[in-house]
């Protein structure tokens, strides 16, 4: 997968958690291009969608721990 059609499929994961209600900010999504541009012969397509999910899920849990404090 070229660095264009990378950044493509994470740009569309992003809008895809972006409409749920989660942002995800310029520097996150370079440091998941990194990620994936190291790891993208072992990883699938799902797998974006997956991490950004997973960040934004363990986001909104250490942010409602927060506000218990």
């Not at 499929?9 to 990620?35: C, F, M, P, Q, T």
């Not at 950004?52 to 942010?63: D, V």
Request: cysteine-free; hydrophobic content about 30%.
């Amino acid at each position: 997968m070229g660095d264009k059609s990378l950044e493509e499929k994470v740009d569309s994961a992003i809008g895809n958690v972006e409409v749920e209600g989660y942002n995800i900010s310029e520097k996150e999504k370079e440091l998941i291009l990194r990620i994936f541009k190291k790891y993208q012969d072992r990883l699938g397509d799902n797998a974006i969608h997956s991490l950004l999910y997973g960040l934004a899920n363990e986001i909104e849990h250490e942010e409602k721990n927060a506000n218990k404090r």
